[in-house]
Structures are given as structure tokens and as C-alpha cells.
């Protein structure tokens, strides 16, 4: 299992073509469950911080709601604060969300990609093929957890960026913030692992189905980022 979400990392395209020729949704589910497991341990590590972050932006939410009285807020900060503290991350339901975040976003990702090779590459792939194939490309954010998890620990600091976010553009929960904040090494590898295996799926160039999917990419990046400014 492990053997082959390495060499989907050093050697895409030959490992791609293994796990195409043998075609079993089983491969799908290694690399998930790997990011599952990585998810709720990270989660537990970085709970502290985790709390600290909600916390932050909880009390910076409420302060800002002039339509509340100092009362009304105080009321609202002490719930608030008993529940991120006590039933928050630290909860074993947190974490198992935290891990199924993983599955929801492969699966979704499929879909897409799915679409995409089979409208406007006019192949005739299913479901499961895609699905393996993302998944096994998502292995990239395995090394993403391994290189930003103790960095975030040790430096008592969850924002630490692996691409464009690191220049600091924007305020913080806006939409050229969180825009840049996306924009990072980790996210690419990814679509490019992707556009490797469904070249060898489809039969088509792999820089065709890359600029497909890094426009779905910035697509998805541009919702997400305006989505996540409107909230505020």
C-alpha cells in the first residue's frame, strides 16, 4: 500500500499505469485511509492551536456585530468559549470530521475530473477509475502533512503557507487573502498528478487535461475564496 502512494509521488505515470491495468477500487481507498488516519492525528497534535484559531476568530466575529449589545456579547464570547475549549477539537467527533474531510473532497475532485475527461475529451471512463486515480494523487498532501505538521507545532502557528500565500497579500479572511493562501505547491502537485493519470486513461496529451483541470482548479479557488470573504 504504501509502496505505491510513494511511487505515485516519484513515478506517476508508470504507477498510474499499474493501478489502471488492474483497475480495483481497494487501491482508491489506501491512500485515503492513510490521509484519514493522518488527518485525526494531526487534529489531536495540533488541538491546541486548532482551539486558539476558532477562538480568535469567533470573538473578532461577534466584536464586529454592532447590532449587539456589550451584554450580548460577553453572553455569547462565555458559550462560545466553553465550547470550542471543552467540546470542541477536543472531542473524538472532531476529529473523525476532520478525517472525513479527506474522502468528501477526493470524491468530490472525481466527479469533476470525471466530467471533464468524458465531455469535453469525449472518452467514456467510470467513476471508479477517476476516483482511484485522485485519490492516489491527493496522496501528495501525505508529504504536505509530514513537512507542515511539526513546523506548525513547534512554532505554535498553524498559517504556515507552501505557496503564494506566504507573501502576506491581503487581509487576513478576505478574498485576495484567502485566494493567495490557496495558491500553493501542494494543491498544484496534486492537479498535475491527476492530469498524468487520466492522459494514460483517456489517451489524450497530459498538458491538455492539466490546463483543464487547473482552470477547474482556479475555478473552485475563486468560489471558495469569495465564499470564505462573505462569511466574515
Known amino acids: 500500500m504504501l509502496l505505491n502512494i510513494i511511487n505515485v509521488l516519484t513515478a506517476p505515470a508508470s504507477t498510474y499505469e499499474t493501478i489502471i491495468d488492474r483497475n480495483s477500487l481497494k487501491d482508491a481507498l489506501r491512500p485515503v485511509l492513510v490521509l484519514f488516519i493522518m488527518a485525526i492525528l494531526t487534529g489531536w497534535l495540533l488541538q491546541d492551536l486548532i482551539a486558539d484559531m476558532q477562538w480568535a476568530e469567533t470573538e473578532q466575529r461577534i466584536e464586529n456585530m454592532t447590532e449587539l449589545s456589550a451584554e450580548q456579547k460577553s453572553d455569547i464570547l462565555d458559550k462560545a468559549y466553553g465550547r470550542i475549549y471543552t467540546e470542541g477539537t477536543s472531542s473524538v467527533i472532531g476529529y473523525i470530521l476532520m478525517g472525513i474531510s479527506w474522502p468528501v473532497r477526493i470524491g468530490i475532485m472525481a466527479v469533476f475530473a470525471l466530467l471533464i475527461g468524458n465531455v469535453l475529451f469525449g472518452g ?46 491581503g487581509e487576513k479572511g478576505l478574498f485576495l487573502s484567502n485566494f493567495m493562501a490557496g495558491m500553493d505547491i501542494f494543491s498544484f502537485w496534486r492537479i498535475v ?40
Request: hydrophobic share 50%; aromatic share 12%; glycine share 10%.
Open 193 to 232: 498528478l491527476i492530469s498524468i493519470g487520466l492522459g494514460l486513461l483517456y489517451k489524450k496529451p497530459t498538458k491538455s487535461l492539466l490546463i483543464a483541470l487547473s482552470a477547474l482548479w482556479l475555478i473552485e479557488l475563486t468560489i471558495f475564496s469569495a465564499l470564505g470573504a462573505a462569511s466574515r
Open 124 to 169: 467514456g471512463a467510470r467513476y471508479g477509475q477517476v476516483l482511484t486515480i485522485t485519490a492516489f494523487a491527493y496522496s501528495a498532501s501525505v508529504i504536505e502533512y509530514l513537512l507542515k505538521t511539526p513546523v506548525q507545532y513547534f512554532s505554535d502557528n498553524l498559517e504556515i503557507y507552501t505557496g503564494l500565500g506566504i507573501l502576506g497579500l
